[in-house]
T-cell receptor
């Protein structure tokens, strides 16, 4: 069974607008962590934001915030004030349990920002 | 500057040939990882190592081998047994068993069959 699901293969957003990228996950372990990465066309993976399962507050990092809805098992990434440089692939990943560093990745969402 | 260096950036393999992808980190990280990425797909774990001289298979280890003789180095060999090696390979590292620490990635190696 797929553990991380990103249902949006592609998204478009106009510059300066906000956009939400969806991520749902499946786990029975009460301890887990959720990560978002950005992959530009050059290929490197850039860490954006982290949310732990026990974190009370939704994570924020600059223009990135995570809409964490534990009961729905969703961890959507919100990018505010989109910039042309935000055009890239975005991957959601989960670390399951507290004794492992292994990540499970979703299939990604390609975001295109237009002027 | 600290980081992860993967080389070469592009690699071509002939039929029946083994090739080795290099991954070096100077971040003093304990754990290192190898991922494979196919077009339009997410990353799949090939092998990982949490300590020198020890490593574990990931989800798609068949046709690959690794070694971890030094903390900073984790080379990946794509053997002739890997029948479909064309992909983008990413190496990553982080401090082992520190839950909120993200994995840091290298710039990747693109492997193609000649």
């Amino acid at each position: 069974a797929q553990k991380i699901t990103q249902t949006q293969p592609g998204m478009f957003v106009q510059e300066k607008e906000a956009v939400t990228l969806d991520c749902t996950y499946d786990t029975s372990d009460p301890s887990y962590g959720l990560f978002w990465y950005k992959q530009p066309s050059s290929g490197e993976m850039i860490f954006l934001i982290y949310q732990g399962s026990y974190d009370q507050q939704n994570a924020t990092e600059g223009r990135y915030s995570l809409n964490f809805q534990k009961a729905r098992k969703s961890a959507n990434l919100v990018i505010s004030a989109s910039q042309l440089g935000d055009s890239a692939m975005y991957f959601c990943a989960m670390r399951e349990g507290h004794n492992t560093d292994k990540l499970i990745f979703g299939t990604g969402t390609r975001l295109q920002v237009f002027p | 500057d600290g980081g992860i260096t993967q080389s070469p950036k592009y690699l071509f393999r002939k039929e029946g040939q083994n090739v080795t992808l290099s991954c070096e980190q100077n971040l003093n990280h304990d754990a290192m990882y190898w991922y494979r990425q196919d077009p339009g797909q997410g990353l799949r774990l090939i092998y990982y190592s949490q300590i020198v001289n020890d490593f574990q298979k990931g989800d798609i280890a068949e046709g690959y081998s690794v070694s971890r003789e030094k903390k900073e180095s984790f080379p990946l060999t794509v053997t002739s047994a890997q029948k479909n090696p064309t992909a983008f390979y990413l190496c990553a590292s982080n401090w082992a068993a520190v839950g909120n620490q993200p994995q840091h990635f290298g710039d990747g190696t693109r492997l193609s069959i000649l």
